[in-house]
């Protein structure tokens, strides 16, 4: 196991403890036998995160309470960040202040507070819409409108009704093109497969199409199953391939850096018409320097960072990203990090965003 998984979870443990410790403490002196069930319960959800994993791809519990138990044990990442950052600062609140009291229940009720605030935000994306000029000619045509989405994590944690709704949201666009920067799965083809996620996904609509690049997560799922799956929708897998529109318009779908072989961007553009625009779908942000030198992709998509998801993680994946997050032009290249359009894990957007974006797009007649 890496060596970044195994602090994270030697971290996540020692939380739980200083929580759970500092619990105890503020039960102060009641009940033997209710101070058991505290426990109990406490790292029954603490270990639910475990549990959720190991059962990811089970089919002997029902999909509803797979996806309660896949909330708590994932949520429960989110609260213990939170209650070991407020109950750290009200620790530190009482080394100068000795009268100072309730910092367990004060923590308590900020970390719920911002769970609340957090799961709101993430039920309700937003729209980000970009003016994109591309100095290239298209066919007869001299505008596109593209809706742009990624890490939709289907399974367990986005289910059948947020799907429904998410759907709802595209084509009320009427969008020309649909492109996916990858993560279209989560951590399990099985329960997308078994919720027939197939059916919402071919109520998409674009005139042009819906064209896709593999994530990380559909290695993590397995790439045999998720592509099986994606050739049943109007979903459109490009890997390590390219795609020419009847209007001239070019897209490159790159593998996902799972694939260790993967072609380099320079390879994939060789093959294209330098004259037309060129649109690449990349999951991680990563090699845009690369894509840049090529002058050849007029508009990068990727996602894969979710921008942290919460914050103040969201300060770690502007460390580890060159672009972590949002819109940024180098040389002739538009790129673009979404932060996804659902999310990995915990149901909780605290200083980010879900999103689904619109590139207006106009080139040269």
Sequence with gaps: MPLFFILLLVSYLLGNIYIFVRGLQALGQISFIFKWGYGLSYWA???MLFAIFALRSSRQIPFSIGQVLFHIGSGWLVFTLYMVIFLSITDLVKVFNSSFQYGFVISLLLTSGLLVYGYIRYQHPEKQVFNIHINKPLINKDRLKIVAISDWHLGLGTGIKKLKKDVDRINAENPDLIIIGGDLIDNSIIPVIDRQMDRE???????????????????ISGIGACTDFINKTQIKLLKDSIVTLPCGLQIIGRDDRQNRNRLSVRDLTRLTDKSRPVVLIDHQPVELAATEATGVVDIQFSGHTHNGQVFPLSLLAGYLFDISYGYEKRGNTNFYVSSGFSLWGPPFRIGTCSEFVIFECSFIE
């Design 45 to 47: 959800g603490a270990f």
């Design 201 to 219: 996904l071919n109520r998409l609509h674009a005139t042009m199409g819906i064209y896709m690049a593999p994530g990380n997560h559909e290695y």
